[in-house]
């Protein structure tokens, strides 16, 4: 079983930039694409943004020109780099990784709280 594990996440004032990172207890991020997703109270989880193991990246429109996703591969790590953050921001951001090995598999971190609000 692999463990993700989000960090950096907090409060920030509209405007602000925050980094949040995403640890592999294993060398999967080269192999799986990773996104991160977001949600709110009473809302369905939505991608944010996923980096593809030959680096493909996407983006979801609300984010585009804001948010830049990374990936370390020698550290088992992602970063999703939030600049310009918006109240409409504020959300749980949890970590993905996804994709086919021998069978399909997929991996939650547990979140982290992202608030912007003056």
């Known amino acids: 079983q692999v463990q993700l594990v989000e960090s950096g996440g907090g409060l920030v004032q509209p405007g602000g930039s925050l980094r949040l990172s995403c640890a592999a207890s294993?060398?999967?991020?080269?192999?799986?694409?990773v996104a991160w997703h977001r949600q709110t109270p009473g809302k369905e989880r939505e991608l944010v943004a996923s980096?593809?193991?030959?680096?493909?990246?996407k983006y979801a429109d609300s984010v585009k020109g804001r948010f830049t996703i990374s990936r370390n591969d020698a550290n088992n790590t992602v970063t999703l780099h939030m600049n310009n953050l918006k109240s409409e921001d504020t959300a749980v951001y949890y970590c993905?990784?996804?994709?086919?090995?021998?069978?399909?598999?997929?991996?939650w971190g547990q979140g982290t709280q992202v608030t912007v609000s003056s």
């Open positions: 993905n990784a996804y994709g086919w090995g021998d069978y399909w598999i997929q991996y």
């Open positions: 294993r060398n999967i991020f080269s192999i799986y694409t």
């Open positions: 980096i593809g193991s030959d680096d493909t990246t």
